[in-house]
T-cell receptor, first 110, second 114 residues
């Protein structure tokens, strides 16, 4: 069963624009929400992560917004660059398990 | 380069066969995680070992097993292979156990079952 739903499946943004990827989860026991970036032919790499006790976390051009009551969280990429073109995965974990969203393929056009 | 190594890079085998994938974690990392990435199922957590002990279990099939050795390298054994087992298998490592610790992923092993 899909416990983490991610949208959109693909996203095309102009250079300098804002990329927004959304995720929703079902299991209220999840207590850690990372985002991973994956380039073709490479393994995923942790981009940014948040715990449910905060509503927002910012690292450089990347921001996670977290809405605990709605069970939703999103990744915002400000000033998107062609080098940001990759697949992004949201995830949610609890004690003994981590579940991933289906991924969003982001293309940033120059 | 994450510092995590996986061998082999590619593996082609037939249905019904058994294969072993190997992972060497970053120096000093005690936790090893295994993941499967396929077009059908996406990215799935399979199993975690910490300092030789199984710590967490995800969507790992009974036909699959893993272990972590005293030198901390890990092996994922896949048996009675089916076409649907074709996927990228990633290993990741982190210094300690717990999802809060950043995991560093290896380059993956691409398994093709014919």
């Amino acid at each position: 069963q899909q416990q983490v739903k991610q949208s959109p499946q693909s996203l095309i943004v102009q250079k300098g624009g804002i990329s927004i990827i959304n995720c929703a989860y079902e299991n209220t026991a999840f207590d850690y929400f990372p985002w991973y970036q994956q380039f073709p032919g490479k393994g995923p790499a942790l981009l940014i992560a948040i715990r449910p006790d905060v509503s927002e976390k910012k690292e450089g051009r990347f921001t996670i917004s977290f809405n605990k009551s709605a069970k939703q969280f999103s990744l915002h990429i400000m000033d998107s660059q062609p080098g940001d073109s990759a697949t992004y995965f949201c995830a949610a974990s609890e004690d003994n398990d981590m579940r991933f969203g289906a991924g969003t393929r982001l293309t940033v056009k120059p | 380069d994450s510092g995590v190594t996986q061998t082999p890079k590619h593996l082609i085998t037939a249905t019904g066969q058994r294969v072993t994938l190997r992972c060497s974690p970053r120096s000093g990392d005690l936790s090893v995680y295994w993941y499967q990435q396929s077009l059908d199922q996406g990215l799935q957590f399979l199993i975690q070992y910490y300092n030789g002990e199984e710590r967490a279990k995800g969507n790992i099939l009974e036909r699959f097993s893993a272990q972590q050795f005293p030198d901390l390298h890990s092996e994922l054994n896949l048996s009675s292979l089916e076409l649907g087992d074709s996927a990228l298998y990633f290993c990741a490592s982190s210094p300690r156990t717990g999802w809060y610790n950043e995991q560093f992923f290896g380059p993956g092993t691409r398994l093709t079952v014919l």
